[in-house]
């Protein structure tokens, strides 16, 4: 058989169960940027890699970063900590921006998301009348320059508010008429949220696009609209189409609502994307003590049939001032919040942050088959619980076949 490339030895993720067995190593044969052979011991002279047993992933999909507001820290003020904070110091900094800024900043976060293992990303962008497009040009350049490395899906959303802002709309409908293929959206940021979340459903159905929204935050379960767009979407038949990140009142309420909301997400086909660094840093800011965590349990939405993912948000920013973007170490960081203990629960971290994010995504060329575009990550571990709980290093990474990234082990240097 003749292949570009042979990935020899490796144990596959969501082949199931912990693979301690030798018998469970397969070889990879990859040609023309896909996967053509998964079998042990395939007969080629093509080039090989032999991963001695190391777990083989699909790429890591990032289902929500702010690459356009990344890296600005040194430009803000980021002392109180709060969701108001961030939003208005992140606005007076944006007046600054410009195509050339948000492209280096956005490269800066882009780049290490690569090294951390990252092949799918879905981008929020800002727009309104003060940025204009400035950050929307800024990172649909930056994503056709990293498309060597990774498939980048923008959201635009209106993060200062859209009915209480005159002009927004009109530019999200023109950035949705140049092919922007998904609406955000903050209804938090305007007096009427649910107006918001109106119009979000109405223009998305009207461009045809999918929605994936800043819902329901803060540290109470009061005003949530969790359920609203549980509605919207099973009125405009959207399911399977919306998204809501953060979600943190949703940890905060008590059982018996919170298995009635998991069956409407569930029912209605919406997902829930958790965000454990920025929900972590801004809930609960007016606790002194049992400060509420905002980390919503994405395992018992699972139980229930909703699908989750867990995603990095900002990274350098008020919003979230600490970051590598390294999703593993946001569903390591998840693990430990919510307390994960079973290995099969471990593994779902995993799948959080690849099959059930892809899924998320629509992303129908992915995963590990025959077939499938060879976009894979070589994690140093030899089972998917481990890559979460030791938080496993990814030593290369391949996007279509082409490998982009190699970390050499480290080495100690014994006496
Ligand atoms: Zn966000």
Known sequence: MSFDLVLRNARLAGAGGAPSSEGRRVDIGIDDGRIAALAPGLATSAEALDLAGRLVSPGLVETHLHLDKTCIL???????????????EVAAAKKGFTVEDVYARGQRTLERAI?????????????????????????????????WAVDSEICVFPQEGLLNYPGTEERLVQALNQGVKVLGAAPYCDTDPRGQIDRIFALAREFDVDIDMHLDLGSTPDEMHTEYVCDKTAEYGWGGRVAIGHVTRLSTVERSRFDAIARRLADAGVAVTVLPGTDLYLTGRQHEHSVPRGVVPAHRLLGAGVNCTIATNNVLNPFTPYGDASLIRQANLY???????????????????????????????????????????VLDCATEDAAIAELAVPLYVFKRGRRTVTRAPAELHRP
């Open 115 to 147: 090294l951390q293992g990252t092949t799918h990303i879905r981008t929020h962008v800002e727009i309104d009348p003060v940025i204009g497009f400035t950050g929307l040009d800024g990172i649909r350049q930056l994503a056709r320059d990293y498309g």
């Open 335 to 377: 693990a430990n919040v919510c307390q994960v203990s079973r290995k099969s629960d471990l593994a779902e971290c995993l799948a959080m942050i690849t099959t059930r994010a892809a899924r998320l995504m629509r992303l129908a060329d992915y995963g590990i088959a025959v077939g499938k575009s060879a976009d894979l990550v």
């Open 74 to 88: 040194e430009r803000c003020r980021a002392e109180d900590g709060t969701l108001e904070e961030a939003v208005r």
